[in-house]
């Protein structure tokens, strides 16, 4: 069935460093890929996403690119903020759109200032 | 955005009760909502589709009759888990779907005791 793997955390940084957590997916057809973001006592909050191969994402200086022949969406940032630090999910919608998503086990990030 | 609440946030019951959780579209009418359970260090699990007016459709190895969800209207679903075990605390999430994305709520920390 369908599946995403991410990289385990948890991952400790310091302020302006680059960020980098990486998210590998298995699906049939063409899946839309997302990152989510849940910041401390908040829901889950759409991040970014691409809903076919080639597509970058981008928001609040994050990037994510959809990489159909490595099956790969791995997020990016140039320089992290403290205000950063939150729990990152990966997941992926096998039909796009907003149905039923398919998530990675997410990844701690916490920024030192 | 569209809002999500879900409440409580935090829930504590003695093993062999019932438990409800609301899952509430504030700003928006939301004919599918989705409930997600989330293990330590895990990913979180679809559990069910909650649709208005009808019947939930469960994923497999869901025990329909254990997570009792009804979604009498169009911002309001609920997860009642039934006779509660140790092995059902868990951090369960809502989710409604608005548009082409799906808002979360802030989710559940449930512990049974």
């Known amino acids: 069935g369908d599946s995403v793997t991410q990289m385990e955390g948890p991952v400790t940084l310091s302020e302006e460093a680059f960020l980098t957590i990486n998210c590998t997916y298995t699906a049939t057809g063409y899946p839309s890929l997302f990152w989510y973001v849940q910041y401390p006592g908040e829901g889950l909050q759409l991040l970014l996403k691409a809903t076919k191969a080639d597509d970058k994402g981008s928001n609040k200086g994050f990037e994510a690119t959809y990489r159909k022949e490595t099956t790969s969406f791995h997020l990016e940032k140039g320089s992290v903020q403290v205000s950063d630090s939150a729990v990152y999910f990966c997941?992926?919608?096998?039909?796009?759109?907003?149905?039923?998503?398919?998530f990675g086990q997410g990844t701690r990030l916490t920024i030192n200032p | 955005g569209a809002v999500v609440s879900q409440h409580p946030s935090r829930v504590i019951c003695k093993s062999g009760t019932s438990v409800k959780i609301e899952c509430r579209s504030l700003?928006?009418?939301?004919?599918?909502m989705f409930w997600y359970r989330q293990f330590p260090k895990q990913s979180l699990m679809l559990m069910a589709t909650s649709n208005e007016g009808s019947k939930a459709t469960y994923e497999q190895g869901v025990e329909k009759d254990k997570f009792l969800i009804n979604h009498a209207s169009l911002t309001l679903s609920t997860l009642t888990v039934t006779s509660a075990h140790p092995e059902d605390s868990s951090f369960y999430i809502c989710?409604?779907?608005?548009?082409?994305?799906?808002?979360f709520g802030q989710g559940t920390r449930l512990t049974v005791v």
């Open positions: 989710s409604a779907k608005a548009n082409t994305e799906a808002f």
């Open positions: 700003d928006f009418q939301a004919t599918t």
């Open positions: 997941a992926l919608s096998p039909s796009g759109g907003a149905q039923k998503l398919v």
